[in-house]
């Protein structure tokens, strides 16, 4: 089993910085993929960005160049940093990871919201 708790969504304008922060404890060890998805309103959940456990990363295309996902196995952390961040990066964000041995977990998520 792994949990996940999620932390550092908010409201921010058009243009602004958020970051992202998912702590991972349980069985961390067997943590392939670590990740981010997100569900707007209305809209199918859809993924953000991915890491593997040797660094790989792959992004959404609507968000390359803008986000980078990030992690840290010694804390057992993922993190998003998502900038120059538009009114269609409202959603709610879930961190999710892969494990080798129980397949997916979810975080709870938490919300992104983009305004002015």
């Known amino acids: 089993q792994v949990q996940l708790v999620e932390s550092g969504g908010g409201l921010v304008q058009p243009g602004g910085s958020l970051r992202l922060s998912c702590a991972a404890s349980?069985?961390?060890?067997?943590?392939?993929?670590m990740g981010w998805y997100r569900q707007a309103p209305g809209l199918q959940r859809e993924m953000v960005a991915l890491i593997t456990s040797g660094g790989t990363t792959n992004y959404a295309d609507s968000v390359k160049g803008r986000f980078t996902i990030s992690r840290d196995t010694a804390k057992n952390t993922v993190e998003l940093q998502m900038n120059s961040l538009q009114f269609d990066d409202t959603a709610v964000y879930f961190c999710k990871v892969r494990t080798f041995t129980s397949g997916d977990y979810w975080g709870q998520g938490t919300q992104v919201s983009v305004s002015s």
């Open positions: 349980g069985s961390i060890f067997s943590i392939s993929v």
